[in-house]
């Protein structure tokens, strides 16, 4: 495995009959003669705004098909980007096409808990992006109600920063800023209901969205997997303390140890720590969905 920083990208795969775009973080796209977009998850993994040198064994399989279950668990709310999971092989089940859409500038987010980001703003102001909330609240604790907490689109390497209602509106319009807000915690109300019928909290959720052929808002990119969402164990939740988590936890806790300083390149993941993580996603697949991996 050859390591490569957040700027920096690995090879994409040639696939026939398809032209690539670009590669991010995770996902690598390319386009047919059609226009239709084939969107690609890798085994990457990212911390700290960093391309990590270690991939994650399954990682890109169980981010797509966990999406295919909350796409078509939540199509009735708004309409998602899918054409078909019928990929070519060299990329199956790791792969869907997808409509092109023009997507909106903005990261939607959706906080039922307090944590992350949101926790840091909190302590600054007793409000997270605008949001006001009442005093004592601490690390993991329930918020009265879900919020909508957006975020500006950040290049790879770079940090998405976190706005308030207005500057959103000035990014993509009033009436789709009211929309998306609205579509957002929608979403994040029903997954999270969803998900604490199998035990896990859904304790915060990103989502994009764009505008397909026929000018209607339309959810893309990925949806409610383990590198866009925190999910929590509803067992070990306590306030106050870090939660026991179906992400890369175990990833940033040991890059934290490490001695890393966060700005040079990542070192290798040891197997223990991979595994761990491997483990995770996969327990997150499979509490959600009922079904193995």
């Known amino acids: 495995m050859s390591g490569f920083g957040a700027a920096g990208a690995p090879p994409a795969p040639t696939i026939s009959g398809w032209q690539h775009l670009r590669t991010g973080k995770v996902r690598d796209l390319y386009k ?17 705004d960093w391309v990590l040198p270690t991939t994650i064994p399954n990682k890109g399989a169980i981010l797509t098909q966990l999406s295919l279950f909350w796409f078509e668990l939540l199509a009735d709310i708004v309409p998602n980007h899918i054409v078909s999971d019928d990929v070519p092989d060299v990329v199956a089940d790791r792969a869907v ?12 987010v959706a906080r039922g808990y307090l944590t992350g980001s949101g926790l840091v703003e909190y302590k600054e102001s007793q409000s997270v992006c605008a949001n ?20 500006t689109k950040a290049e ?3 940090h ?6 207005e500057s959103a509106a000035k990014i993509v319009g009033a009436d789709y800023a009211a929309e998306l807000r609205e579509l957002t915690l929608k979403l994040y109300d029903t997954a999270s209901g969803f998900a604490a019928e199998r035990g896990i909290i859904l304790a915060d959720t990103k989502f994009e969205f764009g505008l397909n052929a026929s000018n209607e808002i339309t959810l893309g990119d990925e949806a409610l997997t383990p590198d866009s969402s925190r999910f929590w164990e509803s067992d070990g939740w306590e306030p106050g303390k870090s939660q026991p988590s179906f992400d890369k936890q175990f990833v ?35 509490r959600i969905t009922g079904s193995k991996f």
């Not at 003669?33 to 700290?48: N, T």
């Not at 998405?160 to 209602?165: A, C, E, G, V, Y």
Request: glycine share 6%; net charge negative.
């Open 97 to 108: 096409i997808v409509q092109p859409l023009e997507m909106f500038a903005i990261e939607c």
């Open 160 to 165: 998405d920063i976190n706005i308030d209602f």
């Open 132 to 151: 006001p909330l009442p005093a004592g609240l601490l690390d993991g604790s329930k918020l009265p109600a879900s919020i909508f907490t957006p975020a």
């Open 156 to 158: 790879i390497g770079d």
């Open 252 to 286: 940033r806790d040991w890059l934290t140890s490490s001695g890393w300083d966060k700005k040079s390149t990542p070192p290798e993941l040891p197997a223990e720590i991979v595994e761990k993580t491997a483990a995770r996603y996969e327990a997150a697949f499979e």
């Open 32 to 48: 047919n003669e059609a226009g239709e977009i084939l969107l690609v998850a890798s085994d990457r993994i990212s911390a700290f």
